[in-house]
């Protein structure tokens, strides 16, 4: 038998002062989606998550509830704990940084690094932010506040242990420009190798002024600093110093994801930690955005949280998964609203994806009792559709190996598009009329089948009970057989004969009038011509008003590539599309839909008013318009026809 390959996946550990926002659910789902991904390819999976409990904020948030911090953290924990469970979070291990194995793990480090003269006592004088636990330069600081969440900050003299990061800072360097996929995306990369080049300070790896931490070895007035000891979590979870095979099984990690304000801390100070241990560095470090909220950056400092507990209860874990995972753009801040989220689980999973299986379920039931005969009848129709599922498949694969969900997610909302796009071509209605066509008929709903089979498979990671609720209306599995990832490449694997079930609606519509507790908007995106007097024909026109070049030159003009389009529900006129510029995502809505279907706009490379002011247009936020000529009968988009890089501007 072959040997299974070894996948190690992290989340960072998350600070328990308080109960987790949304932001640090969509972290933890996209390491989830991942982690079943490789398990549907075979891999041996560890995934690891948990929380990192030590430090003066918590010490400072239990004291102000009258708890003892173990107290505190505990209560938390397991509303974590619950999070994950409602979220279908797959974690192989959970670590708290209070438990015996992590301490035992810190303090042996500690001492290692301290015996070969990589740790040494100063003292440090520095301005310190409790709420980040972190401390900052005076010109980090912004008008003397904190440069993360603009809270007050503390000056901060104490005597501490120091770590020399500058020694490892050459090596470090040389790894990251011979692996470029080591930090990821670029952006962050290039963030990274500035502020090496910048010059690394020794790193305060011990604090004197509270006691709610790891207590350092050989000195026992000291506590070991937060992140010193929170990074170290990554060894401590697979069995390090404790377990050898487990750990040689494992490391180095795969993947440490997290979000980008974390990522020096990851991409620099930890591979330096790895560097003194003489352990190899972790493959791939990356950094998704932040979630956006209309009054900027969501973050429990701030206190303008989204409670996912909430959210999961309402539209269920499987929509919320599959809403984050799509809409955020990896690697890039993405902007968050109920209403925007209503409308995607409406508009991809009880419009599209639920109405396909509803549908085909629904005709096989009517035109073949609920049992599916077989079929040898093909057409070139039928041909389009296996390469549209081969195509899938394998953009979907290549994305995930990315960690390109809302590219992978994309990849499979085409195949459903194309699937029901092939109902209306093949009129499944029609054929049942004529017994001369039964066999084509059986053959139509069979394709159908298998297009939903795969589209199953493939959004599994994202939503894991898909299948089993799927499979209660098609029975295209036996009861807990393994569904594998390679399956939805092989076109024909659905079997006949078995009987299908109608039942619930697998996403049931969201009704975004109660949600928004108001009538919809009209669309904003059409302007309504003035009704002006009829002229004389001979009246000379009228003088034709001229701009500066000036005014012209305000105008950013951009080339703005489609990579994802489709319909706004109950809106006839709009499409929503996806247009990359660059390195850059944006969600642009356009008044063009019945002059364009969504999938002839997807590639095309359109002309994009691009610092246009962002407006909302009923619930989704358009970031720049597409320019278009028309006149009474046509609407014709600006497009680029040679090979311009998306992003370049237009002159």
């Known amino acids: 038998m072959q040997q299974k390959k070894n996948f190690y996946i992290t989340t960072p550990i998350y600070y328990p002062s308080d109960n987790l926002h949304i932001g640090h659910a969509y972290t933890t789902v996209a390491a989830d989606c991942m982690a079943r991904f490789k398990r549907m390819q075979g891999y041996d999976v560890f995934y690891l998550t948990g929380t990192d409990e030590h430090g003066q904020k918590i010490e400072r948030a239990a004291r102000e509830k009258g708890k003892e911090p173990i107290q505190h953290v505990d209560e938390i924990v397991a509303n974590i704990r619950k999070l994950w469970d409602l979220l279908l979070i797959s974690n192989t291990d959970f670590i708290r940084t209070t438990e015996e194995r992590h301490e035992k793990v810190v303090q042996k480090i500690f001492q290692k690094v301290y015996d070969q003269g990589d740790i040494f006592m100063s003292n440090y004088k520095g301005w310190y932010c409790s709420p980040c636990e972190t401390y900052f330069t005076e010109r980090q600081l912004v008008e003397g506040k904190c440069p993360d969440c603009a809270r007050e900050v503390e000056l901060l003299q104490e005597e501490s242990y120091f770590f020399n990061m500058g020694k490892y800072a050459p090596r470090l360097l040389e790894h990251i420009e011979a692996n470029p996929e080591f930090i990821q995306p670029e952006s962050r990369r290039n963030e990274v190798v500035n502020f090496i080049k910048g010059g690394l300070e020794d790193l305060c790896v011990s604090r004197t002024s509270f006691k709610w ?339 012209f030159a305000k105008l950013d003009l951009r080339v703005a590539e489609v990579i994802a389009c489709e319909k706004m529900e109950k809106a006839d006129k709009l499409l929503v599309l996806k247009m990359k510029l660059g390195d850059e995502e944006r969600t642009v809505v356009s008044g063009i839909a019945q002059h364009y279907k969504p999938e002839e706009l997807i590639g095309k490379k359109l002309v994009l008013v691009a610092n246009l002011k962002p407006t909302k247009i009923r619930g989704v936020m358009s970031h720049g318009m597409i320019l278009a000529a028309s006149d009474d009968q046509y609407v014709d988009a600006l497009t680029v026809t040679k090979d311009i890089a998306s992003g370049n501007r237009v002159k």
């Open 213 to 551: 931490g790891i207590p350092v070895p050989f000195n026992e007035n000291h506590v070991v600093y937060v992140w010193f000891d929170a990074l170290i979590n990554y060894l401590t979870g697979i069995g390090y110093l404790q377990d050898e095979e487990q750990f040689n099984k494992y490391w180095p990690a795969d993947v440490h994801l997290m979000a980008k304000d974390i990522i020096r801390f990851h991409a620099i100070i930890w591979p330096i930690m790895l560097m003194a241990l003489d352990l190899p560095l972790p493959k791939k470090v990356c950094a998704h955005g932040w979630i956006m909220l209309e009054g900027g950056k969501m973050s429990k400092s701030k206190g303008n949280v989204v409670d996912p507990n909430i959210l999961v209860q309402k539209y269920g874990a499987d929509a919320v998964r599959y809403y984050l995972l799509k809409e955020l753009t990896f690697g890039q801040d993405g902007l968050y609203s109920e209403e925007m989220m209503a409308t995607r689980i409406n508009a991809d999973l009880a419009n599209d994806l639920g109405n396909l299986i509803s549908r085909t379920v629904a005709m096989i039931i009517k035109y073949f009792a609920g049992i599916l005969p077989e079929q040898i009848e093909t057409a070139d129709l039928d041909e389009e559709l296996k390469v549209c599922a081969r195509q899938a498949y394998d953009e979907a694969t290549e994305k995930l190996e990315k960690l390109d969900f809302s590219g992978y997610l994309h990849a499979t909302s085409r195949l459903v598009s194309r699937a029901n796009k092939y109902i209306d071509e093949t009129a499944p209605w029609k054929l049942a009329k004529d017994e001369r066509q039964l066999s084509r008929l059986a053959a139509v709903l069979y394709n159908l089948l298998e297009c939903i089979r795969i589209t199953v498979i493939l959004t599994a990671p994202a939503m894991p009970t898909l299948i089993t609720r799927a499979n209660q209306q098609l029975r295209l599995w036996e009861q807990d057989e393994q569904v594998m990832w390679k399956d939805a490449g092989i076109w024909g694997i659905a079997g006949t004969g078995n009987q299908v079930f109608k039942d619930e609606s697998l996403f049931p519509r969201i009704d975004l009038k109660n949600l928004r507790g108001e009538e919809p908007v009209e669309d904003m995106i059409e302007v309504k011509k003035p009704i002006q007097e009829e002229k004389p024909a001979m009246e000379e026109p009228t003088k034709q008003q001229h701009i500066s070049i000036e005014d």
